[in-house]
Each structure stands twice: as C-alpha cells, then as structure tokens.
C-alpha cells in the first residue's frame, strides 16, 4: 500500500471502539481514543507499512468483534443438535431460546468480550423486575453462564469471560427480597377420587395409571404397545426417551396387576399407536354431550309448555381442529384443570353449597406416589420407582433393589 493512503483511526459507533481497516479487514483496537487503542494502532499501522525500525513491534492479527447477538445466533445453532432427544428438541433447548433472547434484548449489540458480571446482574435485575421467584430466577442465570462457556470452549471469547460470570452468586434464600415459589405438595387421594368421575375414560386412566405407577406426565402419554414387556406376571415399561436417558441410565417402570388392569381396554390398537388417543377422548366427550342433549330434549317434551313463537334459527358448520395422535404434556393438565372446574361448580350449586377443591396438576401425582413408597419401603425403591439418577448406591445393592422394586410393583401396582 502508498503512504498516500493510510487506513484512518474511526470510531466504531455501535461497540464504541475504535476501528480501522487495512486491505479489507476491520481491526478493532479497544475504547475510542484511549492510549491503548492508539499504541495498537500505531503498531499496526507500522507493521502494514513494512517500516524496518518498527519490525516486531506489531501485534498478531486481531480477530473481528463478535457481538452478543452473533454469538448467542452461533450457540443456538449449536443447541439446536445438542438439546435433542427422539429427533425432537426438548424443554430445555427451549429454555435455551428463552435465556438467549434475555440477553439479545438488553446487550445484543455490545461486544461479547465486555459481557461481564455487571452485565448479568443487569439481565438478572430484569428477571426479579418481570416478578419470577427466587429459584427460576437462579436457573435462567445458570443458562446465561452456560451460554459463555461454550463460547470459551469454542474460543469465541477467552476463558476469563467465562470465570468472571462464575463468580456471580445465586441469589440466597433469606438474603433477598425476590418472591418465593411454593413447594410442590402431593395431592390428597380425596380429590383425585372426586376428579375422576367428570374425566373421560382416557384421561382417567392416565391419571389412575399415574398415580399407582410414579410414572412422568411425559412418561403416561408417550406409552405404546411395543414398548410394554408382557412376557412376566409384572409388565416393564421402558419409555423410548425419558429426562435421564442423556446420563446413560434406563427407564425400566414395573406394572403390576393394578396397572394392567387399567391399560388392558386401551391395548386393542397397532403396537406403534399411543396407548392413550385424544381423538378417543374426544369422540367420547362429544358422544356424551349428544346423549345429555337427547336426554334433555326428551324431559322438555314431556313437560307441558305454553305455546311459544317459533324463531328462525341460522346453523353453522362447526369447525372442528384436527387433534393429535398423541397427548401432550400441556394438553393432559388443561383436561384435569376443566374437570376441576367443573365439579367444582356443581359443588358450589349444591344446597348447602360445597367448598370448592383445590387446583392440582398431574406431576403432584408422582409427588404423592414419592411419599408413600419411600415412607414404606425407603430410599432405593423410590430412586427406581421415580427413574432418578442413581450417584452414590453400589451397583449390587441396586440390583437388589430392583428386586425389591420388583416385588413392590407385584403387589401395590
């Protein structure tokens, strides 16, 4: 290149860096107009010239900035094949997206090398705005720091980003004014007794079938024939992905004749079909808002009536969505949410008027199933009876627990 030409000191408006370009490449010097930033261009200027006095004086090349929002764009790239299971992206890598745009909104255009412990507090401070509790809060932080420790591994930022952000502390119980979650409680047996009759006959059989076996919400909806091992009085169900299948560990769950008293009706279907049909569930519901209405239209025909004005009726076609093959997690609690809704308005129109029951979801079931198996035959049984991840029982003694379990599943499920 000529002296005449030489690559200008320019501010980077959008970093606040100053930047210059040489032969096509943009070389990022650190904080505009700052000693630093001059030395290093005045060393890259020297070393572009080829002037001999200055030879090895000039830095090594300077890699391009990377921004916020290029990295947290590489990550999910990334996350995309990483947080997956059975081809499909799991809660997780969902959750992955949600940190993600956290920190796009607030720093995405800032350098990813200044993204310091100032700056998650900043992001963490939005959180505790937003009104999230205490332990959610923690977890989204957890997801930030993990963010940039890919990044360090992949040398996207230099490891010391990371170590900084680690030395962020959780947000303590006690030690903050930040709202507290609830603890999940098992639901009393009473109101799971009261629910059951306003399900459908598939959802109470989930719900039944949940709460003998311990078993997942996501475990009970993705059940099918083939995946049931019936050649034994106690039946094993291994679910084809479950939340520790990343661990290594397998998912065995025994059935027990209570078990397969409940799933015996629904086993009239191909080995690869759920278990568990919406479209069953549905057809059923419709089948009995028909009866109901037929039942009426008979008691109004048998009461006298005065003669009233026939009125000209405009019927629409009813737009009917097409439902899955499968439940999913969200849909199985929102059919227990309208069964509780409803029974607990016919409790309210009772005379005297019932109290109405409280909201329960499907993972207090496992919650309840917990309790009474580790309060009756301990811990072991309850790791396996639940599918948690086993780290400091021997692999014999395991083995004699799943014996135990075994036993447990023959008589109770």
Known sequence: ????????????????????????????LGKYNS??????????????LEEPQNLGLAPPPLPELLLVAELLVKY??????HYINGGVPTKEYHCMVTAAKHINDLFGDLPATEFGPAKLKTVRQSLVDSGLCRTEINKRCKRFIRIFKWAASEELVSAAVYESLRTVAPLRFGKTTVRESEPVKPVDDQHVNLVIPYLTPVVAAMVQLQRISGMRPAEV??????????????WIYEPEAHKNQWRGQRRQIQLGPKCQAILSPFLNRSEDDFIFSPKESENWRREQLHQDSIAKSKQRQLEPTAEVKKKTRIYQPIRRKTLRQSFSVDSYRRSIDY?????????LGRQPPLPP????????????????????FGVEIAQLGLGHARTNIIDVYAEKSFLKYQEFAREHC
């Open 1 to 28: 290149m000529s002296r005449k030409s030489v690559p200008a000191y320019r501010l980077h408006k959008p970093s606040g860096q100053a930047r210059t370009i040489i032969n096509g490449r943009h070389f990022y």
């Open 35 to 48: 000693p630093e930033s001059r030395l290093k261009y005045a060393r890259l200027l020297a070393s572009s």
């Open 76 to 81: 999910l790239t990334f996350a995309q094949t």
């Open 221 to 234: 909806i993705a059940m099918k024939p083939k995946k049931l091992e019936r050649s034994s009085d106690v």
């Open 339 to 347: 069964a509780i809704q409803r029974l607990n308005e016919d409790r």
């Open 357 to 376: 029951i409280p909201k329960w979801f499907p993972y207090q079931l496992r919650h309840t199933f917990a309790t009474c198996i580790r309060q009756d």
